[in-house]
C-alpha cells in the first residue's frame, strides 16, 4: 500500500516538502487555510491596500534591548527601514514606486510576540529545547512530543525565518522519511 502524507501549511517548508513528497512517489495532499499559498511570503489585500507578510523582522527588537524599551526610537527604526527599502526598489526596480506607497508597517519581534503570541520572538516554537549549533547544523528536533509520524517544517521547525533554511527544512524531513521508510531519497 502506498503511504499517504499529509502536509499542513503551504508555507515555503510545506510546499518544499510537497516537491519532494511527490518526487519521491508518496501520495501527498497540502491543506493550507489562505486562498493562496507562500505562508509568511504571501501577500493579502484588505480595503484597497496590499500587504506583504514577507519582509517580517526588524531584529535587535526583543526584550532588553533599547528599541524594545524606547518606542520613540522603535518606531523612527522602523520608519528608517520602510525607507530605506522604498528607496531601494525605487531606484532599482520600480520607478514611481514610492509616491504609490499608502500604508507602511514593518513587523517586527514585538509585531511576531503581540500578534502570533510568541514570548520569545522568532525562537517561539512548540518545541522550546533550543540549542543554537544545533539549529546552524540543521538538528533541531522537528517532531512534537506524543504524535507519531507528525514532523514540523518551516519556521516552526529552522526558527530561523530564513526562506532557504525554512525550504530547506521541507526537504530535510522528506529525506528523513525516506530512510525510516528504507526508500532512497531524489531531489529530481
Known sequence: MERSIAIIGAGMGGLAAGIYVRLNGYDTTIFEQHSV??????AWKRKG??????IHHLFG??????????????EEEKQKVAETVIETLESSYFTGLKSQV?????????????????TNGFMSMPNKKFNPVDMLRGK???TVP???????????????????????????????????????????
Open 49 to 54: 491596500f496590499t500587504f506583504d507578510g514577507c
Open 102 to 118: 499608502e500604508v507602511i508597517d514593518v513587523p517586527t519581534l514585538m509585531t511576531w510576540e503581540r500578534y502570533v503570541g510568541g
Open 140 to 142: 533541531l528536533d522537528s
Open 61 to 74: 527588537t526583543g526584550p532588553g534591548s533599547k528599541l524594545y524599551a524606547d518606542r520613540k526610537m522603535y
Open 37 to 42: 499559498p507562500g505562508g509568511q511570503c504571501a
Open 146 to 188: 506524543g504524535l507519531s509520524d507528525f514532523h514540523l517544517v518551516g519556521s516552526w521547525a529552522t526558527s530561523a525565518g530564513a526562506l532557504f533554511a525554512n525550504a530547506l527544512s521541507g526537504k530535510k524531513i522528506i529525506r528523513t522519511i525516506c530512510a525510516k521508510d528504507g526508500q532512497a531519497f531524489t531531489a529530481g
